[in-house]
């Protein structure tokens, strides 16, 4: 039945590991027995299928929902207001993103969302409309930053890494040569008339290392896992970790990026209360190259005087990976505009009958 299908999830399952970041402080270095041990369960959940949760990470519900409340209003606002802080075709990925603009599934109808992403609080801003936008974001902002050093730190510590090889590579978290990103999403409620295939986002790997996710409630988003797509499910208080496309190079493919998207929920009460949700997605510094051999041990030769062997292997560095994934999310809607554009400008109009 439908509905056992929706109440059916990989968290009520018990499919995502919890990992535990109680008594964890900033600093790794030496590495305590507890570290250890959330580092290496953070290392089985995340070799498995790129997922992990994460509770007792001390971010505050409260200051969470003063975020979906400031988006809430933001969303509210006039169309003509927020366009002032619309991102434009070929800028830096800074601002308000309308319903439509991102397409990430082809071959699907328009995906209904807004979003706001925020590269650094030292750019604009609503500010003038939302006076409290910019303290309840930026609040949020620095404590998702404070956890990412946390996960790149045990990361590295469950990989027998040095501690600081990932971290001492993402310092600059929202400021200028990252484009580490915190995205603030309001999916809107949802009623009976659906466009055929309409998504609220549709399938995608992320593009950087890893992302944090917290959400308010479950509002459709599924995985993929072996081919087919699990509904997640909604843990109150956890943050759920996803693998991007960097890490899953960077580790030659031991964590995982995990393909995903969100769906129109079946159930009728998920779909009308809509869904909110802040993503901090942790790149690298811009000028990183991924190299996957500062991740795995070099192997041992037969011959120690013998030369290392030598790799085949185009490195990229962060900033070109997340250009090219940035451009193939916003091609699709650009070409779909310039072709109705096209079609508009050879119809011919209806000549008018004289009476």
């Not at 062997?309 to 193939?328: D, G, S, V, W």
Request: proline fraction near 6%; aromatic fraction near 6%; hydrophobic fraction near 40%.
């Amino acid at each position: 039945m439908p509905n056992m299908e929706v109440a059916d999830s990989m968290i009520k399952d018990n499919e995502i590991p919890v990992v535990d970041l109680s008594h964890m402080g900033s600093v790794m270095s030496p590495v305590k027995p507890w570290v250890k041990k959330a580092a290496k369960q953070l290392e089985r959940a995340l070799s498995h299928r790129g997922l992990a949760l994460i509770v007792n990470h001390g971010i505050s519900e409260q200051k969470l929902q003063a975020v979906y409340r400031a988006m809430k209003k933001f969303c509210e606002l006039s169309e003509v207001t927020k366009s002032k802080y619309e991102i434009k075709p070929n800028a830096e990925n800074h601002g308000y993103v309308s319903p439509g603009i991102e397409k990430f599934a082809r071959e699907k109808s328009e995906e209904v969302r807004h979003a706001f992403n925020v590269l650094s609080f030292e750019k604009k801003l609503p500010d003038e409309e939302l006076p409290g936008f910019r303290d309840s974001v930026s609040y949020v902002a620095d404590e998702m930053r404070r956890v990412a050093h946390i996960v790149l730190q045990i990361m590295a510590v469950g990989l027998d890494l040095d501690p600081n090889l990932f971290l001492n590579k993402h310092q600059n978290m929202l400021k200028e040569g990252n484009v580490t990103t915190l995205r603030v999403l309001h999916y809107p409620p949802m009623g009976d008339r659906l466009i055929p295939g309409q998504m609220r986002c549709g399938e995608h790997t992320d593009y950087g290392s890893f992302t944090l996710l917290v959400q308010d409630s479950e509002g459709g988003l599924e995985v993929s896992v072996n081919g087919k797509w699990k509904r997640v499910g909604h843990l109150p208080g956890a943050i759920l970790i996803n693998i991007g496309d960097l890490m899953d190079k960077w580790t030659s493919g031991k964590f995982p990026a995990v393909r995903h998207r969100v769906v129109v929920p079946e159930q009728k009460t998920i779909r009308l209360r809509g869904r909110n949700s802040i993503a901090f997605f942790v790149h690298p510094e811009n000028d990183t190259i991924i190299d996957p051999a500062e991740t795995v041990a070099a192997p041992i030769l037969a011959n120690e005087a013998e030369p290392p062997p030598k790799r085949e292997l185009t490195l990229i560095t962060a900033y070109q990976h997340f250009q090219e994934r940035l451009r193939e999310s916003r091609i699709f809607r650009l070409l779909r505009t310039l072709r109705k554009r096209l079609y508009s400008q050879r119809a011919v109009p209806a000549s008018v009958a004289p009476s």
